[in-house]
């Protein structure tokens, strides 16, 4: 059995949302720039999670504004000890 790939699981995921009528919203990669799509905040609160892009495989924080608004993604640098 072939294990899906990164971008082949959101496809997937974001057409079962689309054909459900979920609104999505799309941003850039801050690594490659890659434009990537996600699910809209309809919330009233800030939703913040650790992503993958799917073209470049490099991780991003990547915060979705609510009631609909914009994602910001950041590139994630761990603090060091010292």
Same mark, same amino acid.
């Given at each position: 059995m072939?294990?899906?790939? $990164? &971008? *082949?699981?959101?496809?997937?995921?974001?057409?079962? $949302? &689309? *054909?459900?009528n979920v609104p999505t919203v799309t941003f850039n990669c801050p690594h490659c720039a890659s434009e990537l799509e996600t699910e809209a905040n309809t919330t009233s609160f800030d939703w913040d999670t650790l992503s993958d892009c799917w073209e470049c495989n490099r991780s991003f924080?990547?915060?979705?504004?609510?009631?609909?608004?914009?994602?910001?993604?950041r590139i994630f640098k761990p603090r060091t000890q010292g």
């Open positions: 072939t294990e899906l790939t $990164l &971008k *082949a699981k959101m496809q997937n995921y974001l057409g079962k $949302l &689309k *054909a459900l924080l990547k915060i979705t504004r609510p009631n609909g608004g914009p994602v910001e993604a």
